[in-house]
């Protein structure tokens, strides 16, 4: 016989909030419009999503950093992103799974309060602000970041731990590879505006932040993490190709293609500051 380890006293009251759950949003269903009613279809599942696992979320804002500004939503004069949406449905489902489980872990490092500190230095910085409300835009992006570094600083340990890092290095350099495919898309065919023609022949790459500057910036944090990955992972890289498993040099294989295709990305961007950084 196998022993059963019994679950934490806080999944037994999961089926019934599910229930009242389900029952609520029939309810809704049934008389909301339906592009809100799909929406919030759409918003239900993803948020089961991230409770079983909350990882995802972090998978999904990998993306959602470059390419939640083709669609944005104006609220009060402020533009809310995928972004911005996905880190706070993220929180939500850390701080629900952990009430649920009755296990809470919050892993505080000397960054953490440097940058708590730093926030709250902004925070005071709103006080003398003539326009309120991309102050408060500026300090609320510090705000998310603190929020997600919290998130990723508690992850378990061990097997899990590393699992969801790996994968979260794997999502970050897909975004970066996508970015860098569509700057040398723009680069080559002159897609863009008439102030970005270099040379009379191209393009200053600017993928989708309309920008080089800042395409040029986003590569250029990308660019450590995939040479980094390339320098730790060729060791067990080369032992794996070696030993007749190819696929364990997955992540060793991807930061390569994505670091060559994020170099000529930022070259094309033709922005100096981001090549000097």
Do not use: D
């Not at 998978?59 to 669609?71: D, N």
């Not at 065919?189 to 986003?218: D, E, K, S, W």
């Amino acid at each position: 016989m196998h022993a059963v380890a019994p679950r934490a006293p806080g999944w037994r009251r999961l089926p019934l909030v599910a229930g009242a759950g389900i029952l609520a949003l029939a309810l809704f269903l049934a008389r909301a419009p339906l592009s809100l009613a799909a929406a919030a279809l759409v918003g239900l599942l993803g948020g089961a999503a991230l409770l079983l696992r909350p990882e995802w979320g972090l998978y999904a804002l990998a993306f959602a950093v470059p390419f939640g500004s083709l669609r944005e939503i104006a609220l009060g004069g402020v533009s809310i992103g995928a972004s911005e949406v996905l880190v706070f449905a993220v929180l939500g489902a850390w701080l629900l799974r952990m009430a649920v489980t009755r296990e809470v872990r919050v892993v505080r490092t000397p960054l953490t309060l440097a940058i708590g500190a730093y926030v709250g230095v902004l925070a005071l910085g709103l006080l003398p602000a003539t326009a309120l409300t991309p102050a408060a835009k500026e300090l609320a992006k510090w705000v998310e970041f603190l929020i997600l570094f919290t998130i990723v600083a508690s992850l378990p340990g061990a097997g899990e731990g590393r699992r969801i890092l790996r994968g979260l290095i794997a999502a970050l350099l897909l975004a970066g590879l996508a970015e860098g495919l569509l700057g040398a898309y723009q680069f080559l065919r002159q897609v863009g505006p008439p102030g970005f023609i270099l040379m009379g022949r191209y393009m200053r790459a600017h993928g989708t932040f309309q920008q080089p500057n800042p395409y040029g910036g986003y590569l250029g944090l990308l660019l450590p993490l995939a040479y980094g990955t390339v320098l730790a992972e060729w060791r067990a890289a080369w032992g794996a190709i070696r030993a007749g498993r190819p696929r364990g040099a997955w992540l060793w294989a991807l930061a390569g293609v994505s670091g060559g295709v994020m170099l000529a990305g930022l070259v094309m961007s033709w922005s100096r500051g981001a090549l000097l950084g």
